[in-house]
T-cell receptor
Framework: AQSVTQLGSHVSVSEGALVLLRCNYS??????LFWYVQYPNQGLQLLLKYTTGATLVKGINGFEAEFKKSETSFHLTKPSAHMSDAAEYFC????????????FGKGTRLHILP | EAGVTQFPSHSVIEKGQTVTLRCDPISGHDNLYWYRRVMGKEIKFLLH????????ESGMPNNRFLAERTGGTYSTLKVQPAELEDSGVYFCASSPQGGRGSPLHFGNGTRLTVT
């Protein structure tokens, strides 16, 4: 069965610092992996996704994530945090390699310190 | 293009009352999904409509929850009678096609508080 673990329910970084949000997954088949973001008072928005091919995936707003099969990880990074990045981030894995039947992690709230 | 819209944005009801949540998907999206996030926990799948048919309702917690999508347009999710553990944020999402290559578009959610 698929599952997702996000390390840290809250992460704080200084503006301009590296953002690293950790995600590990469990899947019995090659997974589809996603990062979604929820800005305050908004719905979830797809940041990026990995399906097959290149393991480094680039998303919107300067975020990227790398699929590492050996570590069963899909960590999200951004070189330089901006105040507007403050939001909650959800890692997710799909059931049966679909874009819709997805299992979410518990979410990590990212705080940006001035 | 208008996004997925959900009504109301917030609802506070007492235990035992009934609440109906509404979701208007993006026009032309045949696939409609309901998800729920209970405080501090994962966002969990509830059910999936393809047009007016329930494709998958494996995530519905119990028979107090009833989802409908008459005519294949908007959907409603009724909770009757509401219990304290039903509190959370209910998200609706839509996509033009299910399966691969069709990311979900989420609404802003309805925050339900049962007191």
């Amino acid at each position: 069965a698929q599952s997702v673990t996000q390390l840290g329910s809250h992460v704080s970084v200084s503006e301009g610092a590296l953002v690293l949000l950790r995600c590990n997954y469990s899947s019995s088949v090659p997974p589809y992996l996603f990062w979604y973001v929820q800005y305050p008072n908004q719905g979830l928005q797809l940041l990026l996704k990995y399906t097959t091919g290149a393991t480094l995936v680039k998303g919107i707003n300067g975020f990227e994530a790398e699929f590492k099969k050996s570590e069963t990880s899909f960590h999200l990074t951004k070189p330089s945090a901006h105040m507007s990045d403050a939001a909650e981030y959800f890692c997710a894995v799909s059931l049966m390699n679909r874009d819709d039947k997805i299992i979410f992690g518990k979410g990590t709230r990212l705080h940006i310190l001035p | 293009e208008a996004g997925v819209t959900q009504f109301p944005s917030h609802s506070v009801i007492e235990k035992g009352q009934t609440v109906t949540l509404r979701c208007d998907p993006i026009s032309g999206h045949d696939n409609l999904y309901w998800y729920r996030r209970v405080m501090g926990k994962e966002i969990k799948f509830l059910l999936h409509f393809v047009k007016e048919s329930k494709q998958d309702e494996s995530g519905m917690p119990n028979n107090r929850f009833l989802a409908e999508r008459t005519g294949g347009t908007y959907s409603t999710l009724k909770v009757q009678p509401a219990e304290l553990e039903d509190s959370g944020v209910y998200f609706c999402a839509s996509s033009p096609q299910g399966g691969r290559g069709s990311p979900l578009h989420f609404g802003n959610g309805t925050r339900l508080t049962v007191t």
